[in-house]
């Protein structure tokens, strides 16, 4: 979305912030301690972005790595429905902590390969937004790769859900962007498979579960 404003519309990213979790909306209505990661190139006007947010029950950290959180964030939307897909076929703990420790790794091979920088993926802006996003029965994205799992059509899960599971358009946004830049992605991969290509997902994900490690 940053890239969006500053091409189209000449915003300098020192005068964009990115808000990012990890943190669902739900528990912040509830008033849980949740904390949020504001992201700016400017430090100055993310420690003042920040300050808006921080209350008794919101802490924030800062960043200035846009890009970085910004592509994460989407990136684990497509790892949380693949996360709902083996819940709903039936795969347990054990595998769900290969699957989600391979995400991270994947997140960090395409950060890694189209915008290097010093980060630390490990955490909150990127790790813990993944966690929260995969695992969470708050989460949109898991819900809607359980239903997958389960046996719905991606047309009767879309029309069940009364929210948008962003990590579907992702998918698809994802595997175009790496067709330049051709990062190992097995896991984003296998959920375009199951997603566009009408792969069964129990089919896509034992092919899958051969790759991880």
Do not use: W
């Amino acid at each position: 979305m940053s890239e969006f404003f500053n091409s189209h519309y000449q915003i300098p990213y020192d005068f964009l912030g990115i808000v990012t979790g990890p943190c669902h909306a739900e528990e912040v209505a509830l008033e849980r301690l949740s904390y949020l990661t504001i992201a700016c190139k400017n430090r100055e006007n993310a420690a003042a972005i920040a300050g808006r947010f921080e209350c008794s029950f919101i802490r924030t950290v800062t960043s200035t790595d846009i890009y970085g959180t910004e592509y994460s964030a989407v990136l684990k939307n497509i790892f949380a429905i693949a996360a709902g897909i083996c819940h709903g076929i039936g795969y347990g703990d054990n595998f769900q902590a290969v699957l989600i420790s391979n995400s991270q790794k994947e997140i960090k091979r395409f950060l890694d390969n189209t915008y290097p920088s010093k980060r630390n993926v490990d955490s909150s802006g990127y790790l813990g937004d993944l966690l929260v996003t995969a695992y969470s029965h708050f989460s949109r994205n898991r819900t809607f790769g359980t239903m997958i799992g389960r046996g719905y059509s991606v047309k009767s899960a879309q029309l069940e859900m009364s929210m948008v599971a962003e990590g579907y358009y992702s998918t698809v946004c994802i595997k175009e962007i790496n067709k330049k830049y051709n990062v190992k992605m097995p896991i984003t991969d296998a959920v375009y498979n199951i997603l566009y290509e009408g792969i069964a997902p129990a089919i896509e994900i034992k092919l899958l579960s051969e790759k991880l490690k």
